[in-house]
């Protein structure tokens, strides 16, 4: 993830083409598919597939042998889906810039609502099978048993489930679905002119790249207020049209989570993983009432920065002067070894997977901003970097070699049918691989500075991961709430609940500046996949406790919690996500869970507050 971690960036050098870089540091796709004719023989299979699945349709009440034959098709069909999206759209992120990927790209996007067509029929259908028929059917066909979970699961949900016309129907609106998104990352991005500013160190061209490493690396608070006012600008010239954008995609929540007869949004989106409202609003409310050590370690932060004044634009700047650089072929030995305590195999499999070129390590012209983890079935994943020899780049690469390992034990150890994990659990495993790399990286830090900046960066990502996510779920919660209650989206009450929000998190820690009802506008997640990022925040929570778990206590202990953890990552989908945690070890539905992140910001906080006297 890469919405608001500070990060400890430098001033980007000068971007090397695509293919002046080595290929040892480039991700190889031959392994999905050696050319594009093989991509769309694969895709050509795909869509008579799809043919063969839609003639499926009124044979199932003829018994367990045809629900199975149905069941082993859309597993071949989801197969060959993750190897033709992903092809075309890694390929596409090496270079955004090339159009004719981007066609072959939303070809496949088409082919996908063509797919949702074809399969339409399949719910309704089942659905009209009494659900002890079927569970007769799974107790005497072996091969259709495997199935028993997702099966059962779609009876779970079928009050939401309509009848084949309107999901005919849905189906075909699905079409417009991603259009609110899609316009969003035209505007910010593709369309976007960034300003040139004039720093006291010279002219920047203001991309959001440069932008966060002005914030994270330029000791003059005018340079950072310059760059803050300019990059702000960008989103009030067209603030109207993020509105807009961002309107239509709570319209479009609010239109399906009506038509499939759910009460609210939020009941919607938390219905499909099982995951009761409660968690969402406790976590709101614990985590603002806990907000006190966040306002402490901004307090602490202007003290030592000698700031007058703090603002947002001050809270990524480095504590201390730290520019030591991590080159990648260091990390590649540290990374392994800092995942000792998850056994041996699992630190052999990872160190397998950073020799055998799945990731794409650094920037170049038109490649994707951030990073992320792909999951492609059947092949193994691949990671996306943008890597730039800071600290901050080493924890990302720790973050997704999490998401990765996690891909590889899920696909390793479940059927096709639960080899996806629910997002719900997903940033469990990438937390817990960066909690364990600092511990790392603490214990053979050399030097009290590097020190200070491994506390600064494990506060930090408290900050980002867990208290800047819960204001951001509390926000895509209010403004849900606006469409839910009739109420008008209009640009400015958008600015309002988010100002608010800052207030009440930040209280008198910080300076508050009128550009700030803006920010709301540029998080991508709010436009892509709306109420997603409050699961950053159960995941640290329920990181931090399963990380007590395997670091403390006796030897017996912390064998049966390596277990129980690597059964977690082992179980990809096959139980709801809260079912999987608790056998975990993990509660979230008490606040007990969510606070224990606050005291462990609070300790951390302290223990900076000591560290800090010291040089
Ligand atoms: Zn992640």
Redesign the pocket.
Same mark, same amino acid.
């Given at each position: 993830?890469d919405v608001s971690a500070p990060a400890e960036a430098t001033a980007a050098s000068q971007l090397r083409d695509r293919h002046d870089i080595p290929d040892r540091f480039k991700w190889n796709l031959s392994d999905i598919y050696p050319d594009w004719s093989e991509w769309q023989a694969a895709y050509d299979d795909l869509e008579r597939n799809i043919g063969a699945y839609a003639a499926l349709q009124g044979t199932l009440a003829e018994g367990a042998d045809r629900l199975l034959a149905a069941m082993k098709l859309s597993d071949d069909i989801g197969q060959l889906t993750y190897k033709v999206w992903y092809f075309a759209s890694l390929k596409y992120d090496e270079d955004q810039r090339d159009n004719q990927i981007n066609a072959r790209r939303q070809q496949v996007q088409i082919l996908f609502a063509k797919a949702n067509q074809a399969c339409a029929w399949f719910n309704p259908e089942l659905l009209h099978i009494p659900l002890p028929t079927v569970q007769q059917w799974l107790s005497e066909n072996a091969a259709l048993a495997v199935y028993r979970f997702a099966i059962e699961d779609l009876y779970r949900q079928q009050e939401h489930v309509l009848d084949e016309k309107g999901e005919h129907l849905l189906s075909l609106a699905s079409r417009f679905a991603s259009t609110p998104n899609d316009a969003y990352s035209a505007l910010s991005t593709a369309d976007v002119k960034h300003p040139v500013v004039t720093l006291s160190t010279g002219d920047v061209t203001l991309t959001y790249g440069q932008y966060r490493a002005i914030l994270a690396t330029n000791r003059s608070q005018s340079d950072r207020r310059l760059a803050f006012d300019e990059f702000h600008r960008l989103f009030e010239a067209s603030v109207n049209t993020y509105a807009s954008l961002f309107h239509s995609v709570l319209q479009r929540d609010l239109f399906l989570s009506q038509a499939r007869g759910y009460r609210t949004t939020l009941d919607a989106a938390l219905h499909g993983n099982n995951i009761p409202t409660a968690v969402v609003e406790n976590l709101i409310a614990t985590t603002k009432a806990g907000s006190e050590p966040l306002r402490r370690y901004h307090r602490l932060r202007k003290r030592v920065l000698r700031l007058d004044s703090y603002h947002n634009y001050d809270t990524a700047i480095p504590l201390v002067d730290f520019d030591r650089k991590y080159p990648y072929d260091d990390v590649l030995e540290w990374l392994p070894a800092s995942v000792k305590p998850l056994g041996q195999e699992y630190e052999r499999q990872m160190r397998r997977g950073l020799a055998s070129k799945w990731i794409d390590v650094y920037e170049n012209p038109g490649k994707r901003s951030g990073a992320y983890s792909a999951p492609v079935y059947g092949v193994h994943p691949y990671m996306l970097l943008n890597y730039n020899d800071t600290l901050d780049a080493v924890f990302t690469l720790a !973050?997704e070699m999490g !998401?990765s390992m996690h891909t590889l034990l899920s696909h390793a150890h479940q059927p096709f049918v639960y080899s996806a994990y629910t997002i719900f659990v997903a940033?469990v495993p990438?937390t817990l691989s960066e909690m364990l790399f600092l511990d790392y990286m603490l214990e053979r830090a050399t030097d009290d500075r590097e020190r200070i900046v491994l506390l600064q960066h494990a506060i930090d990502g408290i900050v980002g991961t867990f208290y800047t996510q819960v204001l951001f779920a509390d926000y895509e919660l209010q403004a849900h709430r606006l469409v839910e209650e009739g109420r008008p989206v209009t640009a400015e009450g958008l600015g309002e609940i988010y100002f608010n929000l800052l207030k009440s998190y930040y209280g008198d820690a910080l300076d508050y500046d009128e550009q700030s009802r803006l920010t709301w506008a540029r998080i991508p997640h709010f436009y892509s996949t709306p109420y997603y990022v409050y699961q950053y925040a159960t995941c640290f929570a329920s990181s931090a406790q399963l990380m007590k778990q395997l670091t403390t206590g006796s030897e017996a202990g912390r064998a049966a919690a390596i277990n129980r953890y690597l059964t977690l990552l082992k179980s990809g989908g096959s139980d709801h996500p809260m079912t999987l945690l608790s056998r975990a070890g993990v509660d979230l539905s008490q606040p007990e869970t969510v606070r224990a992140v606050v005291d462990q910001l609070d300790g951390l906080v302290t223990r900076l507050e000591k560290a800090i006297a010291l040089p």
């Amino acid at each position: 993830m890469d919405v608001s971690a500070p990060a400890e960036a430098t001033a980007a050098s000068q971007l090397r083409d695509r293919h002046d870089i080595p290929d040892r540091f480039k991700w190889n796709l031959s392994d999905i598919y050696p050319d594009w004719s093989e991509w769309q023989a694969a895709y050509d299979d795909l869509e008579r597939n799809i043919g063969a699945y839609a003639a499926l349709q009124g044979t199932l009440a003829e018994g367990a042998d045809r629900l199975l034959a149905a069941m082993k098709l859309s597993d071949d069909i989801g197969q060959l889906t993750y190897k033709v999206w992903y092809f075309a759209s890694l390929k596409y992120d090496e270079d955004q810039r090339d159009n004719q990927i981007n066609a072959r790209r939303q070809q496949v996007q088409i082919l996908f609502a063509k797919a949702n067509q074809a399969c339409a029929w399949f719910n309704p259908e089942l659905l009209h099978i009494p659900l002890p028929t079927v569970q007769q059917w799974l107790s005497e066909n072996a091969a259709l048993a495997v199935y028993r979970f997702a099966i059962e699961d779609l009876y779970r949900q079928q009050e939401h489930v309509l009848d084949e016309k309107g999901e005919h129907l849905l189906s075909l609106a699905s079409r417009f679905a991603s259009t609110p998104n899609d316009a969003y990352s035209a505007l910010s991005t593709a369309d976007v002119k960034h300003p040139v500013v004039t720093l006291s160190t010279g002219d920047v061209t203001l991309t959001y790249g440069q932008y966060r490493a002005i914030l994270a690396t330029n000791r003059s608070q005018s340079d950072r207020r310059l760059a803050f006012d300019e990059f702000h600008r960008l989103f009030e010239a067209s603030v109207n049209t993020y509105a807009s954008l961002f309107h239509s995609v709570l319209q479009r929540d609010l239109f399906l989570s009506q038509a499939r007869g759910y009460r609210t949004t939020l009941d919607a989106a938390l219905h499909g993983n099982n995951i009761p409202t409660a968690v969402v609003e406790n976590l709101i409310a614990t985590t603002k009432a806990g907000s006190e050590p966040l306002r402490r370690y901004h307090r602490l932060r202007k003290r030592v920065l000698r700031l007058d004044s703090y603002h947002n634009y001050d809270t990524a700047i480095p504590l201390v002067d730290f520019d030591r650089k991590y080159p990648y072929d260091d990390v590649l030995e540290w990374l392994p070894a800092s995942v000792k305590p998850l056994g041996q195999e699992y630190e052999r499999q990872m160190r397998r997977g950073l020799a055998s070129k799945w990731i794409d390590v650094y920037e170049n012209p038109g490649k994707r901003s951030g990073a992320y983890s792909a999951p492609v079935y059947g092949v193994h994943p691949y990671m996306l970097l943008n890597y730039n020899d800071t600290l901050d780049a080493v924890f990302t690469l720790a !973050h997704e070699m999490g !998401h990765s390992m996690h891909t590889l034990l899920s696909h390793a150890h479940q059927p096709f049918v639960y080899s996806a994990y629910t997002i719900f659990v997903a940033e469990v495993p990438s937390t817990l691989s960066e909690m364990l790399f600092l511990d790392y990286m603490l214990e053979r830090a050399t030097d009290d500075r590097e020190r200070i900046v491994l506390l600064q960066h494990a506060i930090d990502g408290i900050v980002g991961t867990f208290y800047t996510q819960v204001l951001f779920a509390d926000y895509e919660l209010q403004a849900h709430r606006l469409v839910e209650e009739g109420r008008p989206v209009t640009a400015e009450g958008l600015g309002e609940i988010y100002f608010n929000l800052l207030k009440s998190y930040y209280g008198d820690a910080l300076d508050y500046d009128e550009q700030s009802r803006l920010t709301w506008a540029r998080i991508p997640h709010f436009y892509s996949t709306p109420y997603y990022v409050y699961q950053y925040a159960t995941c640290f929570a329920s990181s931090a406790q399963l990380m007590k778990q395997l670091t403390t206590g006796s030897e017996a202990g912390r064998a049966a919690a390596i277990n129980r953890y690597l059964t977690l990552l082992k179980s990809g989908g096959s139980d709801h996500p809260m079912t999987l945690l608790s056998r975990a070890g993990v509660d979230l539905s008490q606040p007990e869970t969510v606070r224990a992140v606050v005291d462990q910001l609070d300790g951390l906080v302290t223990r900076l507050e000591k560290a800090i006297a010291l040089p």
